[in-house]
């Protein structure tokens, strides 16, 4: 089997109600939707997730004119899906960043793969050390009151656990969490996610004011880059430390083991580079004995696929807490087990029930598109690409 043809469709899909990070308010989810087509008429899905300049550097135009351009031609069309592993190999040799581009190549591999062995992913993965992900709740930034009752509901929804993210105002974080302890009791499980966002001294001055609610963590309290910092800041506060923007690449992760300068990690597969190189990456984090928590870029029940496969197969993840809730972000729900997700790149979204993802059964992702959803939310000026059409090879 050779991949004969490879497109690329640029998709906005609305969120029923926008989601508040610090500094930025997401209405659209901009992703890329890759299929990969064989001379045998199997063709592999993936979808990119939500782009953003400040978390991966990468945009629809970006992983288009990457893949387009660089990786279809060079190590795609022509070649046999089945050689996963030679053909991440051969995209990390030639392209030096790009990890969501890449993830999104390796997800449709996958799924491909998956669909001619006719098999569901995790049985590439290892098969099954749970049937399903725990999921946390990721509230979205605004007012005490509007965050403390999103976290009541949540916990009633069945989410062990809830993250909240920083707006930067260090009283507000603290009100956050001071209320939502005094609303969930002592056994609720609490994070609150900094983003990079605070710089060493705030990041210290915060963390000694929050120390006293027993989080469960705090998740990147200073700079992607400080590293140095953020094993400092760990010697000084109790709040365990979770690297998120820190923890990409391998060498990343290495320098965080020396360094001593977390206590966990969090991984999306697209910071990763794909379901591969995660598998790599767990393999780190397990080494070092670090707990880990996947988390999404937020995207359709296509995006949610990898990681939900992946959370279940892998039996170092599956022991840990996630949050991969795109499709419920985006329709404002919390499960799609009594109620339908219809704002979705997926006809047939993985169920999320009682604060659980179950990942699809059925050949590869096991994920229908909803090809009618796509046609009519082609990002607004843009077009799907395509490359190659090998034919009568
Ligand atoms: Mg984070």
Redo the contacts with the bound molecule.
């Keep these: 089997m050779i991949i004969t043809k490879v497109e690329l469709i640029p998709v906005s899909t609305p969120l029923v109600k926008p989601f508040i990070m610090p500094g930025t308010r997401i209405t659209h989810i901009h992703s890329v939707v890759l299929k990969l087509h064989t001379d045998e008429g199997i063709v592999g899905y993936g979808d990119s997730g939500d782009t953003s300049t400040w978390y991966r550097g990468e945009t629809q135009e970006s992983m288009t004119a990457m893949i387009a351009n660089h990786i279809a031609p060079a190590f795609l069309i022509g070649q046999d899906p089945l050689n996963i592993e030679k053909i991440v190999g051969q995209m990390d040799t030639f392209v030096r960043d790009n990890n969501q581009a890449k993830a999104l190549v390796d997800f449709a591999l996958h799924d491909l793969k998956g669909k001619a062995l006719g098999v569901p992913v995790y049985q590439l993965l290892g098969g099954k050390n749970a049937e399903a992900s725990v999921q946390g709740w990721v509230a979205s930034a605004g007012p005490v009151d509007q965050v403390v009752a999103e976290a009541v509901q949540a916990h009633e929804n069945g989410f062990c656990l809830i993250k909240l993210k920083s707006d930067g105002n260090s009283d507000h974080d603290v009100d956050n969490v001071r209320e939502v302890r005094a609303a969930l009791g002592d056994s609720a499980r609490i994070v609150v996610?900094a983003?990079g966002f605070w710089n060493y001294d705030q990041a210290l001055k915060t963390m000694r004011r929050l120390d006293r609610y027993g989080m469960e963590c705090i998740?990147?309290p200073v700079p992607h880059w400080d590293i140095e910092g953020m094993a400092r800041l760990r010697t000084r506060i109790d709040t365990p430390i979770?690297a998120?923007?820190s923890a990409q690449e391998l060498h990343n992760i290495r320098e965080i083991i020396e360094r001593r300068a977390a206590d966990g990690l969090?991984i999306k597969m697209q910071k990763a580079g794909g379901l591969l190189k995660a598998q790599r990456w767990l393999t780190m984090a397990r080494l070092a004995d670090m707990a880990v928590m996947s988390?999404c870029m937020i995207g359709s029940g296509l995006e949610a696929s990898p990681s939900a496969h992946l959370m279940i197969a892998n039996n170092w993840a599956s022991q840990f807490t996630h949050e991969n809730l795109g499709p419920l972000i985006i329709n404002n729900q919390w499960e799609n087990a009594e109620q339908t997700i219809t704002q979705d790149i997926a006809l047939n979204v993985p169920v999320f029930a009682d604060g659980k993802l179950y990942p699809n059964e059925g050949p590869g992702f096991g994920i229908e598109l909803n090809e009618e959803f796509i046609a009519t939310h082609i990002t607004e000026g843009k077009q799907t690409v395509t490359v190659g059409e090998l034919v009568g090879v």
């Design positions: 996610d983003n998740e990147q979770f998120d923007e969090f988390g």
